[in-house]
């Protein structure tokens, strides 16, 4: 970021946009910046009004326009960091952002350089044409290793003698995706609570910073591929790449992976093979909160995709995961939503970009029941290295999944016959076969008994499932996904290929 600043200074721009919330670290970039350009830097705040760094004076001027005026008289060439400028440009005071712009134009012609620093607010069109953006990235592992050196010698521990260069590389990674503020204060947290760095304390720190911003979760899972019933393809289509966020494959040319959508029908696994996809890869799960991406505030949505993206390149190699995907960002097309001034166009304008540009490993698994809702450029293939649709499953598919249910509530599975099972449940999705021996299990509770195969056969005939009542939409999905998404199952079997929804 320094030599952006440097290079943007020498290019003879009048005006950049350092957006960050973490003001300490931005302006010792900025200072560090002034420093190998030799060129002044005087910083104001509505607060503190002018400070004259090298002189150390202050000068009170709590106000905005005034603190344009006065940059007109400093010396040509200062540097001028502003401090939540942003703020005050929301209320669109047409005076300030007319000696905005003739502070600009002045400082093009005597070489100075405004800063304006803080969280990002959308410029009026004229503006942002004249000051550039710069996102301020988190930390990344050497700026934290610095941070963590910081601590761990004000606790008066040596940084060699007690910690492993294992436990450190550790350590820092938990850190990923914290400011430098919140890894100081994870780090000490640590050295309080176990005496040492534990990188769990600093990951579950880190989990809980994330939740509080509300986006974000970091999630933990124990589901891998063998939760899964069904979903062949899919399963060794992921297996497939499971190095390839390793070294190993950045060396034999790979690309990185970029993610995949999941298109499907309601309860048939979707969120469940999002979940076992990270322990496929060995990385961290993160999950987005699509629907929160529009925060209320103007210029909030914007702030949010970034902090988003942000984060999950810090904490890359990572999945993120986003749920249900056409709660945040169905009914957007490329014209942009018609009544909030285009926000949530170029909210997802951004997201799109960064689907198909990043080249950190973060792998995005996006799920969605219903693509109608979902706009065109979404569904592209080249956002994703696969689009899967996973169908109701079929027969076998539906014995492997009371296999694992009947397991997964610790009974015997060769007590029961599930293939018996799986024909009685014919058009069934996992999560109703799921709640069907749920369902099961209270009769036996009650009776205190085992639950058998002929309560699963009530339990069966009397429920109705949504495949029943969905299957128009179900229809539709499947005539949708012919030849544009990639079947997640093996292969179709006959009795699929054939069956006929019926209504009612
Ligand atoms: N293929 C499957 N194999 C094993 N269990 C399954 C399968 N499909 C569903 N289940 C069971 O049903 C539960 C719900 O599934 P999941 O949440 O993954 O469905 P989904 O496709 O995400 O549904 P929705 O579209 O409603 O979000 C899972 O936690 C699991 O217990
Ligand atoms: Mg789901």
């Known amino acids: 970021m320094k030599h952006q600043i440097i290079r943007y200074a020498r290019a003879g721009h009048a005006g950049l946009f350092l957006c960050t919330a973490e003001e300490t670290r931005a302006e010792a970039i900025v200072k560090a910046a002034t420093e190998e350009l030799q060129r002044p830097l005087h910083a104001w705040s509505a607060t503190e009004g002018f400070i004259d760094t090298q002189l150390g004076t202050i000068q009170s001027c709590p106000d905005p326009g005034l603190a344009l005026d006065q940059i007109t008289d400093l010396q040509d060439d200062a540097v001028i960091l502003l401090r939540d400028f942003g703020a005050f440009l929301d209320d669109k005071d047409p005076v300030l952002h007319r000696k905005l712009r003739d502070t600009l134009r002045n400082a093009r012609t005597t070489g100075k350089l405004l800063i304006l620093l803080g969280v990002w607010k959308p410029l009026a069109p004229e503006l942002e044409r004249e000051i550039t953006r710069l996102d301020l990235a988190l930390p990344g592992p050497a700026e934290l290793d610095l941070v963590l050196n910081g601590i761990i010698e004000s606790a008066g521990l040596s940084s060699h003698r007690d910690l492993t260069p294992a436990l450190r590389e550790a350590a820092l990674a938990a850190a990923g995706g914290l400011t430098t503020l919140e890894a100081e204060n994870a780090f000490a947290l640590s050295l309080i609570e176990s005496e040492t760095i534990s990188p769990a304390i600093v990951s579950r720190e880190k989990a809980q910073a994330l939740k509080k911003?509300?986006?974000?979760?970091?999630?933990?899972?124990?589901?891998?591929?063998?939760?899964?019933?069904?979903?062949?393809?899919?399963?060794?289509?992921?297996?497939?790449?499971?190095?390839?966020?390793?070294?190993?494959?950045?060396?034999?040319?790979?690309?990185?992976?970029?993610?995949?959508?999941?298109?499907?029908?309601?309860?048939?696994?979707?969120?469940?093979?999002?979940?076992?996809?990270?322990?496929?890869?060995?990385?961290?799960?993160?999950?987005?909160?699509?629907?929160?991406?529009?925060?209320?505030?103007?210029?909030?949505?914007?702030?949010?995709?970034?902090?988003?993206?942000?984060?999950?390149?810090?904490?890359?190699?990572?999945?993120?995961?986003?749920?249900?995907?056409?709660?945040?960002?169905?009914?957007?097309?490329?014209?942009?939503?018609?009544?909030?001034?285009?926000?949530?166009?170029?909210?997802?304008?951004?997201?799109?970009?960064?689907?198909?540009?990043?080249?950190?490993?973060?792998?995005?698994?996006?799920?969605?029941?219903?693509?109608?809702?979902?706009?065109?450029?979404?569904?592209?293939?080249?956002?994703?290295?696969?689009?899967?649709?996973?169908?109701?499953?079929?027969?076998?598919?539906?014995?492997?999944?009371?296999?694992?249910?009947?397991?997964?509530?610790?009974?015997?599975?060769?007590?029961?016959?599930?293939?018996?099972?799986?024909?009685?449940?014919?058009?069934?999705?996992?999560?109703?076969?799921?709640?069907?021996?749920?369902?099961?299990?209270?009769?036996?509770?009650?009776?205190?008994?085992?639950?058998?195969?002929?309560?699963?056969?009530?339990?069966?005939?009397?429920?109705?499932?949504?495949?029943?009542?969905?299957?128009?939409?179900?229809?539709?999905?499947?005539?949708?996904?012919?030849?544009?998404?990639?079947?997640?199952?093996?292969?179709?079997?006959?009795?699929?290929?054939?069956?006929?929804?019926?209504?009612?």
């Not at 790979?254 to 696994?269: I, N, R, S, Y």
């Not at 249900?324 to 939503?337: D, L, Y």
């Not at 939409?473 to 292969?491: D, F, N, P, T, Y």
């Open 213 to 504: 911003g509300g986006l974000l979760e970091v999630i933990t899972t124990t589901e891998s591929l063998d939760s899964i019933g069904g979903l062949d393809r899919l399963k060794a289509w992921l297996l497939q790449r499971r190095e390839a966020f390793t070294k190993r494959a950045r060396d034999y040319g790979l690309p990185v992976p970029k993610g995949m959508l999941v298109l499907g029908v309601p309860g048939t696994g979707k969120s469940l093979t999002a979940k076992a996809t990270a322990s496929v890869f060995g990385v961290p799960l993160l999950k987005l909160d699509a629907g929160r991406l529009f925060g209320g505030l103007v210029g909030q949505s914007e702030a949010n995709v970034r902090s988003v993206i942000q984060t999950a390149e810090a904490i890359s190699p990572c999945v993120l995961w986003i749920d249900e995907i056409e709660k945040g960002f169905g009914g957007v097309g490329s014209s942009g939503g018609s009544t909030d001034g285009g926000t949530s166009g170029r909210v997802f304008g951004t997201m799109l970009n960064w689907l198909q540009d990043k080249t950190a490993p973060v792998f995005v698994v996006a799920t969605a029941n219903d693509v109608s809702k979902l706009p065109p450029e979404m569904l592209r293939k080249g956002r994703w290295d696969e689009l899967w649709f996973v169908d109701l499953p079929d027969t076998r598919e539906r014995a492997a999944i009371w296999d694992l249910v009947i397991e997964k509530y610790g009974r015997d599975k060769t007590t029961f016959d599930t293939v018996v099972l799986a024909r009685a449940s014919e058009l069934h999705t996992g999560a109703e076969i799921e709640a069907a021996f749920v369902e099961a299990l209270h009769r036996g509770f009650v009776e205190e008994r085992e639950p058998t195969e002929l309560d699963l056969g009530e339990v069966l005939c009397e429920s109705v499932p949504l495949a029943t009542t969905m299957s128009e939409s179900i229809e539709r999905l499947r005539h949708w996904a012919k030849g544009r998404a990639r079947h997640a199952s093996a292969k179709e079997t006959p009795s699929r290929r054939g069956r006929k929804l019926e209504l009612g």
